[in-house]
């Protein structure tokens, strides 16, 4: 093939499939990360003597365009010996979500800014009050399991311009008291 021949098909490549690889290389690139300690993990102080521990998961983008619209749902939670779904799917609530003044509930979609932005999705949380049960913190509420046995947990994360993502979490019995419980990836 002489230098004319190439440089015509590089056109036509370019032209057929540029746009493709344009939108592949700045498209959102969602990473999770979870951690047993702040700010993945933290305590705050409810109603005198109640303290309530948040274990949340990161979300972050290190994609170039900006991730839309973007929602987590808890997909299942499965005990490490069976496979039974012991809660019903429901979306999952952004640690930092505004309320909706019209519903008074927490808005479940967000967007997450490119080249390194984040949001925190609550995962579950425990009670001092309630102490035998590990609760969800799903938007359709009372999604709840005993503290007593290890789980794996399956959420998943869409949006308008990013692939379904679905990361696994374990979480692992308290072995000192109730506030000993930890994560990691299952």
């Known amino acids: 093939m002489d230098t004319q021949s190439w440089i015509t098909l590089s056109a036509v490549i370019v032209a057929l499939f540029g746009k493709v690889f344009w939108d592949w290389w700045k498209r959102p690139k969602i990473k999770f990360s979870i951690k047993n300690g702040e700010p993945h993990v933290i305590t705050v102080v409810g109603t005198p003597p109640q303290l309530i521990k948040y274990f ?28 039974v779904n012991l809660i019903e799917p429901d979306r999952l609530k952004w640690s930092s979500a505004p309320t909706d003044s019209r519903y008074g509930i927490p808005r479940e979609k967000i967007d997450i800014f490119p080249s390194g932005g984040w949001e925190f999705c609550d995962l579950f949380s425990l009670d001092t009050f309630k102490l035998v049960d590990i609760y969800f913190e799903s938007l359709g509420g009372n999604r709840m399991v005993p503290i007593t046995k290890e789980y794996i947990i399956t959420i998943e994360i869409t949006g308008d311009n990013i692939k379904p993502r679905i990361a696994k979490i374990r979480t692992t019995l308290p072995t000192m008291g109730f506030w000993d419980i930890g994560i990691s990836w299952a």
């Open 56 to 83: 949340r998961i990161k979300i972050e983008n290190r994609g170039k365009v900006t991730a839309r619209n973007c929602h987590v749902k808890l997909i299942s939670v499965t005990t490490l010996d069976s496979d």
